[in-house]
């Protein structure tokens, strides 16, 4: 009985592992694919350097955010560990997640303060594109 | 359902490492600046880094990763300090001078005897 309930949340783990992974990578390629878009119309339209920074910083955000959900994968996965080779490896792509996280968030506030520094004439927040009229 | 996701992964890491060369190749021609493009070459290459750990990678697939990250942090790290000295420099320069026009005009104004 309790061998089947093991198994039982073992698959159970397993297919919300792969649910939120798959939610993470989603958003990691739409942040992709939407930063994209947003060089390529920056790039053809404004050809100015600061237009380029808010879409670094929103590319930024997407990132972070799928990186959030493969922590939650990663710390599901803890549940079922069956081995030290997978808990090791598990624990060294947890650590590079973490640390990415960590060194994104300080890049995002960096960038912001920065932008603060240099557009005093504009302040605001510089990934707000509502301010200058384009919808992102 | 684990292998699908990975495949998946896999070939959407290799569309985003284009869509990083297009992106810095596009910034580069558009605004001249190295440094710029190759902030958004490397977020983006970041990116398709994190796709490839998506599933169940090996040692050798976090280990690249792992590097392919740490070398990123490390350029980003020396573009800004960088720029943030090369900045600071150019902003300094004209208070120095303006400084030492100061100083002669107040000591021409007011030599020392008068004081």
Request: aromatic share 6%; net charge positive; with cysteine.
């Amino acid at each position: 009985m309790r061998r089947r309930v093991e198994e039982l949340l073992q698959e159970l783990v397993n297919v919300l592992v792969v649910i939120v992974e798959a939610c993470g990578a989603a958003v990691i390629i739409v942040g992709a694919v939407w930063a994209f878009l947003l060089f390529l119309w920056v790039g053809l339209r404004d050809r100015s350097t600061r237009a380029f920074v808010p879409v670094r910083l929103t590319l930024g955000r997407f990132l972070a955010l799928g990186l959030e959900f493969q922590l939650a994968a990663d710390i599901l996965k803890t549940a079922v560990a069956p081995s030290w080779e997978e808990i090791g490896q598990l624990a060294a792509i947890a650590a590079i997640r973490t640390a990415l996280n960590y060194f994104l968030g300080k890049e995002i506030a960096e960038e912001r303060r920065q932008i603060g520094e240099d557009g005093d004439d504009s302040s605001g927040d510089p990934t707000d594109h509502r301010r200058t009229g384009r919808t992102v | 359902m684990s292998s699908t996701l990975a495949a998946v992964t896999g070939t959407m890491s290799q569309v985003v490492a284009a869509i990083a060369l297009v992106s810095g190749g596009l910034a580069l021609a558009v605004t001249r600046r190295p440094a710029l493009a190759l902030g958004i070459l490397l977020d983006l290459l970041v990116a398709a880094g994190l796709l490839r750990l998506v599933g169940d990678p090996g040692w050798r697939t976090v280990a690249t990763v792992a590097i392919v990250i740490a070398i990123r942090h490390l350029v980003t790290y020396g573009l800004r300090l960088g720029a943030r000295s090369w900045k600071e420099t150019r902003k300094r320069r004209p208070d120095r001078t303006r400084q030492r026009y100061d100083d002669s005009a107040r000591h021409l104004l007011r030599p020392a005897w008068r004081r």
